[in-house]
């Protein structure tokens, strides 16, 4: 045995490593920083000679800056903001714009709770007066045409003169009149008829295209019914027209087209109905020949004079 065999006690020889100093058994080492005695077992990872032998060659590894993922992502986060902004503006404008249209085009209230069938008549209506208003614009091109003509011209001016006189003096009530129409009679129920009533059914003609009117008591006293005339409720349910006193059942004369005018009579809401509600009746007939014979005596004018 050798001596190294000896010096240790063990049989084996000392194991390689750094000498421990000497100095009185379980003193800490003074050297500083020195390692634990206990971690110095051959058992440890620590104290591997292949741990000792390692090379120092390899650069520690760079911690990444805390300020570098918030400058990347600073960037992709404020594209995101500016596109949300543009698109929220484009849905704004968008909802804008549907709002307005729907609030154009929406639906008269009135026509959106009538029934399909009258529906149906006033589209019937609309369609005739449309051509009734083209056969007009066809008449009044061909007078032009005439007038403008060459030898007829004069002679067409005496013949539209004459006409448009006429029609005036129609208009006017100045002429008596004949033509289709309608006769339209108000009884009375619970309640009078009153002239709103009866105001309400001429304006609803004239909006139908009637051409003459005139209105009858039951004594056969006949009103002409022109531009300037009015109604005021009298006594014991009687009708004041342009100071004439007329006593019910009152009848309305009226020359025009006569479906379409039923029509504008029996509207949803309209004098019909309203009569209906009172408790009374309106009856309605047509008229092949319908005579307008009361004219109407026009007021002499004091100021009003013809811009030449």
């Not at 209230?109 to 009734?132: H, K, M, P, T």
């Not at 448009?164 to 009884?187: H, S, W």
């Amino acid at each position: 045995m050798s001596d190294e065999h000896t010096e240790t006690g063990t049989g084996w020889p000392q194991p390689a490593g750094p000498a421990r100093p000497g100095g009185p058994a379980g003193d800490p080492d003074p050297r500083p920083q020195s390692p634990d005695p206990d971690e110095l077992s051959p058992l440890s990872p620590q104290g591997r000679p292949e741990d000792d032998a390692r090379p120092a060659t390899d650069p520690p590894e760079a911690e990444p800056a805390d300020d570098a993922p918030a400058a990347q992502s600073a960037a992709p986060w404020r594209r995101f903001s500016s596109a949300a902004v543009m698109i929220a503006v484009l849905l704004v404008l968008l909802g804008f714009t549907l709002a307005v249209q729907l609030k154009t085009t929406s639906t008269d209230s009135s026509l959106a709770a009538a029934r399909q069938e009258d529906l149906v008549r006033i589209l019937y209506d609309l369609e005739a007066r449309e051509i009734r208003l083209r056969q007009d614009i066809t008449s009044l091109e061909e007078s032009q045409r005439q007038l403008r003509s060459g030898e007829q011209g004069r002679e067409a001016a005496l013949e539209e003169a004459t006409r448009r006189a006429d029609e005036l003096g129609i208009l006017a009530g100045t002429l008596r009149a004949r033509g289709p129409g309608l006769a339209v009679r108000f009884q009375a129920g619970t309640k009078p008829i009153s002239a709103s009533r009866v105001l309400d059914a001429v304006q609803e003609l004239r909006g139908a295209g009637a051409e003459a009117m005139q209105i009858s008591g039951v004594d056969r006293a006949s009103v002409r019914i022109v531009a300037s005339t009015y109604f005021l409720d009298g006594e014991n349910g009687s009708l004041i027209v342009d100071g004439r006193r007329l006593i019910g059942p009152f009848t309305i004369t009226v020359i025009g087209d006569p479906s379409t005018m039923r029509t504008a009579l029996n509207i949803p809401g309209g004098v019909v109905a309203e009569v209906a509600r009172d408790g009374g009746n309106v009856i309605v007939e047509d008229r092949e020949v319908a005579e307008v014979s009361a004219q109407h005596v026009p007021s002499t004018l004091e100021h009003a004079r013809p811009v030449t």
